[in-house]
């Protein structure tokens, strides 16, 4: 099965714009989803497909892609968005397998 | 609302058995896909399994695969995982989580999840 790399920890001030990327050969071929976890709480899906936030998710969560490389956008960081972000996307391997990046945890200054 | 409640976690031995379920509600459970994942203590997120609507398509992890079987019950709304000869390297809190498509051509997004049920595996 193949991988996906994150940066272990990134840092933004308040109010500020992030990128968190995300990358791996399964990149190539299917779409990225990012999931924001906060401690003791369940992951949330924030972006999915192109760039799809589900109800409920602010817009100053964005996605995009290119090549083997996703990113999430946080345009104008709030305190509230401080956690940990993963990113996943099926494997390309064809076994029907699914893939998780080893998470970024984001700290807002 | 959406309602995914995983339960049969526990404190088990290494090489014994368990099974958890997952009691999902507020959605049409046959319409979409489902998953386990799990997230061991302090550790990053990891994909344990995926069935598709009809169980036509299964996915395992390579760190799973032989050991872990997963179902689901549509007529009862229930998703399943049968984890056989545990390792302590299994030690995980497990989630639920329902997938945003039926099938495993595109599955990989998860929308909803549970608040996961804790498996312990130790002498």
């Known amino acids: 099965s193949s991988e996906l790399t994150q940066d272990p920890a990134v840092s933004v001030a308040l109010g500020q714009t992030v990128r968190i990327t995300c990358q791996g050969d399964?990149?190539?071929?299917?779409?990225a989803s990012w999931y924001q976890q906060k401690p003791g709480q369940a992951p949330v899906l924030v972006i999915y497909g192109k760039n799809n936030r589900p109800s409920g998710i602010p817009d100053r969560f964005s996605g995009s892609s290119s090549g083997n490389t996703a990113s999430l956008t946080i345009t104008g960081a709030q305190a509230e968005d401080e956690a940990d972000y993963y990113c996943?996307?099926?494997?390309?391997?064809?076994?029907?397998?699914?893939?998780f990046g080893g998470g970024t945890k984001l700290t807002v200054l | 609302e959406v309602q995914l409640v995983e339960s049969g976690g526990g404190l088990v031995q290494p090489g014994r058995s368990l099974r958890l379920s997952c009691a999902a509600s507020g959605f049409t459970f046959d319409d979409y896909a489902m998953h386990w994942v799990r997230q061991a203590p302090g550790k990053g997120l990891e994909w344990v399994s995926g069935i598709s609507w009809n169980s036509g398509s299964i996915g395992y992890a390579d760190s799973v695969k032989g050991r872990f079987t997963i179902s689901r019950d549509n007529a009862k709304n229930s998703l399943y995982l049968q984890m056989n000869s545990l390792r302590a390297e299994d030690t995980a809190l497990y989630y639920c989580?329902?997938?945003?498509?039926?099938?495993?051509?595109?599955?990989?997004?998860?929308?909803?999840w549970g608040q996961g049920t804790l498996v312990t595996v130790s002498s």
């Open positions: 996943n996307s099926r494997d390309s391997s064809g076994n029907h397998q699914v893939v």
């Open positions: 399964s990149l190539r071929s299917y779409y």
């Open positions: 989580a329902k997938d945003i498509t039926p099938a495993a051509r595109q599955w990989g997004s998860f929308d909803y």
